[in-house]
Structures are given as C-alpha cells and as structure tokens.
C-alpha cells in the first residue's frame, strides 16, 4: 500500500495513514449522504494500492467522427494533465456507453511525474501491466483497448460531474481501496474526519474485546459499532 506516502494536506495525509472506505461510507451515511460510494462496478487495478486526494475533474462526451488533420483531439487531457499537483485525483467522467480506454500508461506517468496520487474514471482503462508496474493507483470501469480519438473528446474539465453514479466537484477527497471509491464533498470534510477518528476508536475497542472473547450482542451493546 501506499498509506506512508506524505502529503502537505493534513486531511488528505490523515485519511491515508488512518481510514479505509468502509469506515468513511459508513460515517457518510450516519451524516445523511447515502450516495457517496461509486457503483461496485468500479474497481482498482491494484487493490493493495489505496488512492486518496482531491479531485481534478474532466467531462467526456461520444463523438463519431476521426479529428481533423489540424485538431488535437487529446488537448482537454493534455491541459488538465500538465496542470495537476501533489495530491490530485484525475477524475474522468466518461457516461455509460462504454466506448473509450481514457486513461493508460503514458498518462499514468505523467501523473506520477506531477505528484497525483490516482486516477478514477468510470470508463475503461489500458496499458494496465504498464500502470501496475508504475504502482500507480487506477481506479476504473472496465479494462479495454479503446483510443478515445475519434470515439470520445473532453468538454469540460475542473467542474461538477458524475461518475460512477456519484456527483464529484473539484477539491473533493476521493478515497480508494480494495473494498471500492468513496468521495467526500470539501464542505463536510472536517465533520467526516472528525466522526470517522470517533468511530474508528469504537471500532478497535470493538475489535479488541471480541478478541478477548467477549460475544458479539454484548459489544455490539456496550459500543453500538458493526
């Protein structure tokens, strides 16, 4: 995992060393946003790598015409990629056609280069033995060869999207791990970090008694966590 990896983002580094997913849809849904954890569709390419940062966003919208000889029909990726910083979270919005592979190996490296700490998109993903060997977090849709060139282009980049059945704004902490993405809207963070350091205490006593023998009614009464 990439848990010890240091951030200049004290909420950002807190929730790397500290949470997991589970522990963050739980709180979320305690605090009444119960559409927070994407669709169990989208998966990490690598589920011992945890992905925790803010959220850089960009829209994708079908095409079905190959560019002009004088388009560049990567630049929306191009801009976005060459403007990330340490601890962003590339976020590609990519609907529900299934059409495109936006993300793959060269973007990848050019992400890590940059510091960011993942890449999330509810399309389809590439060069996927290339990005294992970078250990760089990917969290995606589907794996596929598909060039978006001529299929897909972006419209719209660090603006309000949807992904994964998820509503993402830039600045949000997008959370990864084995168990699935979990995003936290910027206006909540502190009240998030500060009920999941709650919860996670009643979790290691919950934990500790039931390993000292204690049955499951009893705990769960004296601390209320499951």
């Known amino acids: 995992m990439n848990a010890d990896r240091q951030s200049s983002d004290p909420v950002v580094q807190l929730m790397r060393e500290s949470f997991f997913s589970a522990l963050l849809s739980d709180v979320l849904d305690e605090l009444g946003y119960r559409n927070q954890a994407l669709q169990s569709r989208i998966r990490p390419l690598d589920d011992a790598l945890k992905m925790v940062g803010r959220a850089r966003t960009m829209i994708y919208a079908d095409i079905y015409q190959q560019p002009g000889p004088d388009e560049n029909p990567h630049a929306g990726e191009i801009k976005l990629i ?14 529900t056609s299934g059409r495109i592979a ?3 190996g060269l973007l990848s490296t050019a992400a890590k ?3 960011a700490a ?3 998109m509810d399309g389809l993903v590439r060069d996927i033995a290339e990005i294992r060997a970078l250990s760089f977090p990917v969290f995606h849709g589907g794996i596929g ?9 972006v419209i719209d980049t660090d603006v309000t999207v949807q992904c994964g059945g998820v509503s993402i704004s830039p600045g949000d902490i997008v959370f990864g791990d084995g168990d699935g993405v979990v995003v936290v809207p910027k206006a909540i ?29 009893e705990v769960y009464e004296e601390f ?3």
Do not use: I
Request: hydrophobic residues 45%; aromatic residues 2%.
């Open 82 to 95: 060459d403007s990330l910083a340490a601890d962003d979270v590339v976020v590609c919005a990519c609907g």
């Open 102 to 104: 936006p993300w793959g």
């Open 113 to 115: 280069v940059r510091g």
């Open 118 to 120: 993942g890449a999330l």
């Open 145 to 153: 060869p598909l060039d978006s060139k001529g299929r897909a282009r």
């Open 189 to 217: 963070e502190a009240q998030v970090v500060a009920a999941a350091t709650e919860r996670l205490k009643g979790e290691n006593k919950t934990k500790a008694a039931l390993l000292a023998g204690r049955s499951l009614a």
């Open 224 to 226: 209320g966590v499951l």
